[in-house]
C-alpha cells in the first residue's frame, strides 16, 4: 500500500510538472553583426532557443545590443563558466561577461598591446587567460581571476629566425605537460602574409620554445595553420591542427624522452573538394571528432578510435562559411553556426541542425539570416555547457 501511494504521488507530482518540462528551454548564446549589405548597422549578443519542444526553438529570447565598431568574434567561457570572454576585431579586443549575474553587461580588459583578438585558452588550475592577437602577432597572458594582463608573449618573424609568432589565431594548452601550441596564419586585414607554422611555448612562463611547420610542400607553402585543439585524456599527449589554406589536417605527439612533439599530416580535404577548414570537436566518449570546413560549407565526422589515423565517417553539407558548432545534451544534434568573417561566399548566415545519429540535415534556422544578420559563433549558455576539456 505504501508502494502504491507512493507511485500515485509521483504521478500527481509528474503530471503538474509536465507542462513546465514541456516549455523548457535549451539555450545558445550567439553573437551576430548585419551583413554588409545593411543600410542600418547592427551587432550583438543574442540568447536563442535550441530545444524542439519549445514553442520558442529558434527564436530569439533575449538580444544584447553592442556597439558596431566591436567586430565580436568569439565567445569563450573561463574554467568554472561563470565569465564569458568576447574576442573582437575591432575595438576593445577583449571584454568579459559575469554570467552569474543579470543583466549581463560587457566589461573591457585592458590589454593596449593586443590586435585583432581571436582565441583564448585557460590553465587548469584557472590562474591564467591566454588570448591570441592576430594584429599584433603576440599572444597576452592574463590573471584568470583578476582579468589584469600579466605579460605580453611575442617574437618577430625574421629571414633568419627559428622561433617567431606571426598572426597567431589558433591556441591550445596542455597543463600535463606545461606546453601552449599556437598556429600562425595569416594577416587579418587582406588575408597576405600566411605563414605554415605552429608555434610552441611554455604555459606557465610564457618562454617561446620552437616553431614548426606544417605543410609538406615547399616553403613558403601559405598553408595558414588556423586552429590548434588538444585530443583531452591521450596518451601520449596528442593535438590536432587545421591548415586553412593547405586545407589539411595535422596532427602533433608528444615525446616525453625529447620533450618536444612530432608533427604529421593526417587528412587531406583537397581530395573531397572543401576548403577553408576551421573548428575542432569532440564527443564526449573521444572516439568522434567533428571538422567544418567553410568552403563550400560541410561538417565532417571522423573516426578516432585509432587517433594517429582518423578515418572519415561522414561528410554532411551544411551552408556556405560553416564555421563553430555546438551540441544538443545527449549529442543527438550539432547546430552548425555558417558564416566566416562576412566573406564572399562563406557569410550564408544561417544555423544548420544535423542530426548526427541519422548523418543527415534535419533542418535549417534563419532567424538571423531573415532579418540581414550573420552569426559570427555559437556557444552553449552556461546550463547546458559541456566543457570540451572534459
Same mark, same amino acid.
Given at each position: 500500500?505504501?508502494?502504491?501511494?507512493?507511485?500515485?504521488?509521483?504521478?500527481?507530482?509528474?503530471?503538474?510538472?509536465?507542462?513546465?518540462? @514541456?516549455? @523548457?528551454?535549451?539555450? !545558445?548564446?550567439?553573437?551576430?553583426?548585419?551583413? *554588409?549589405?545593411?543600410?542600418?548597422?547592427?551587432?550583438?549578443? @543574442?540568447?536563442?532557443?535550441?530545444?524542439?519542444?519549445?514553442?520558442?526553438?529558434?527564436?530569439?529570447?533575449?538580444?544584447?545590443?553592442?556597439?558596431?565598431?566591436?567586430?565580436?568574434?568569439?565567445?569563450?567561457?573561463?574554467?568554472?563558466?561563470?565569465?564569458?570572454?568576447?574576442?573582437?576585431? %575591432?575595438?576593445?579586443?577583449?571584454?568579459?561577461?559575469?554570467?552569474?549575474?543579470?543583466?549581463?553587461?560587457?566589461?573591457?580588459?585592458?590589454?593596449?598591446?593586443?590586435?585583432?583578438?581571436?582565441?583564448?585558452?585557460?590553465?587548469?588550475?584557472?590562474?591564467?587567460?591566454?588570448?591570441?592577437?592576430?594584429?599584433?602577432?603576440?599572444?597576452?597572458?592574463?590573471? @584568470?581571476?583578476?582579468?589584469?594582463?600579466?605579460?605580453?608573449?611575442? !617574437?618577430?618573424?625574421?629571414?633568419?629566425?627559428?622561433?617567431?609568432?606571426?598572426?597567431?589565431? %589558433?591556441? %591550445? +594548452?596542455?597543463?600535463? +605537460?606545461?606546453?601552449?601550441?599556437?598556429?600562425?596564419?595569416?594577416?587579418?586585414?587582406?588575408?597576405?602574409?600566411?605563414?605554415?607554422?605552429?608555434?610552441? +611555448?611554455?604555459?606557465?612562463?610564457?618562454?617561446?620554445?620552437?616553431?614548426?611547420?606544417?605543410?609538406?610542400?615547399?616553403?613558403?607553402?601559405?598553408?595558414? *595553420?588556423?586552429?590548434?585543439?588538444?585530443?583531452?585524456?591521450?596518451?601520449?599527449?596528442?593535438?590536432?591542427?587545421?591548415?586553412?589554406?593547405?586545407?589539411?589536417?595535422?596532427?602533433?605527439?608528444?615525446?616525453?624522452?625529447?620533450?618536444?612533439?612530432?608533427?604529421?599530416?593526417?587528412?587531406?580535404?583537397?581530395?573531397?573538394?572543401?576548403?577553408? *577548414?576551421?573548428?575542432?570537436?569532440?564527443?564526449?566518449?573521444?572516439?568522434?571528432?567533428?571538422?567544418?570546413?567553410?568552403?563550400? %560549407?560541410?561538417?565532417?565526422?571522423?573516426? +578516432?578510435?585509432?587517433?594517429?589515423?582518423?578515418?572519415?565517417?561522414?561528410?554532411? !553539407?551544411?551552408?556556405?562559411?560553416?564555421?563553430?558548432?555546438?551540441?544538443?545534451?545527449?549529442?543527438?544534434?550539432?547546430?552548425?553556426?555558417?558564416?566566416?568573417?562576412?566573406? *564572399?561566399?562563406?557569410?550564408?548566415?544561417?544555423?544548420?541542425?544535423?542530426?548526427?545519429?541519422?548523418?543527415?540535415?534535419?533542418?535549417?534556422?534563419?532567424?538571423?539570416?531573415?532579418?540581414?544578420?550573420?552569426?559570427?559563433?555559437?556557444?552553449?549558455?552556461?546550463?547546458?555547457?559541456?566543457?570540451? !576539456?572534459?
Amino acid at each position: 500500500m505504501k508502494i502504491t501511494y507512493l507511485l500515485k504521488k509521483s504521478l500527481i507530482i509528474l503530471t503538474f510538472l509536465y507542462p513546465m518540462l @514541456a516549455q @523548457a528551454e535549451i539555450l !545558445a548564446l550567439v553573437n551576430y553583426q548585419s551583413k *554588409p549589405d545593411q543600410t542600418l548597422k547592427r551587432e550583438g549578443l @543574442a540568447i536563442i532557443d535550441l530545444d524542439f519542444n519549445s514553442e520558442n526553438f529558434g527564436k530569439i529570447v533575449k538580444d544584447i545590443p553592442l556597439p558596431t565598431d566591436l567586430v565580436a568574434h568569439h565567445i569563450f567561457y573561463n574554467k568554472d563558466v561563470t565569465k564569458a570572454y568576447v574576442a573582437s576585431l %575591432g575595438s576593445n579586443p577583449l571584454q568579459v561577461i559575469d554570467m552569474t549575474k543579470q543583466p549581463y553587461e560587457l566589461k573591457t580588459i585592458s590589454v593596449p598591446e593586443c590586435q585583432v583578438a581571436e582565441d583564448l585558452v585557460f590553465s587548469g588550475d584557472k590562474k591564467r587567460w591566454y588570448v591570441t592577437c592576430m594584429g599584433s602577432s603576440n599572444v597576452i597572458m592574463g590573471d @584568470a581571476q583578476t582579468d589584469k594582463q600579466i605579460k605580453v608573449i611575442a !617574437a618577430a618573424k625574421t629571414a633568419t629566425s627559428k622561433k617567431f609568432i606571426s598572426h597567431p589565431h %589558433g591556441i %591550445g +594548452i596542455n597543463d600535463e +605537460i606545461n606546453r601552449i601550441v599556437i598556429a600562425n596564419t595569416v594577416h587579418p586585414t587582406d588575408f597576405s602574409d600566411a605563414d605554415e607554422t605552429v608555434t610552441i +611555448i611554455t604555459a606557465r612562463s610564457g618562454k617561446i620554445l620552437s616553431t614548426h611547420k606544417m605543410s609538406e610542400k615547399a616553403s613558403p607553402s601559405g598553408s595558414a *595553420p588556423v586552429e590548434a585543439v588538444f585530443l583531452p585524456k591521450s596518451n601520449p599527449v596528442r593535438l590536432y591542427i587545421n591548415t586553412m589554406f593547405g586545407n589539411t589536417l595535422w596532427t602533433g605527439v608528444w615525446n616525453s624522452m625529447s620533450q618536444n612533439f612530432s608533427f604529421s599530416q593526417v587528412f587531406d580535404f583537397n581530395s573531397l573538394k572543401q576548403g577553408v *577548414p576551421l573548428e575542432i570537436y569532440f564527443n564526449h566518449k573521444l572516439d568522434k571528432m567533428y571538422i567544418t570546413t567553410a568552403s563550400p %560549407g560541410y561538417l565532417n565526422i571522423f573516426n +578516432i578510435k585509432n587517433p594517429a589515423k582518423p578515418v572519415l565517417e561522414k561528410s554532411i !553539407a551544411t551552408a556556405e562559411g560553416s564555421h563553430h558548432v555546438v551540441f544538443s545534451p545527449d549529442e543527438r544534434y550539432a547546430f552548425v553556426q555558417n558564416n566566416l568573417l562576412n566573406l *564572399p561566399n562563406m557569410s550564408d548566415g544561417s544555423i544548420t541542425v544535423v542530426d548526427l545519429q541519422k548523418s543527415t540535415v534535419k533542418m535549417t534556422i534563419d532567424t538571423f539570416k531573415n532579418q540581414g544578420l550573420t552569426p559570427n559563433s555559437i556557444v552553449m549558455m552556461p546550463k547546458w555547457y559541456h566543457d570540451n !576539456a572534459h
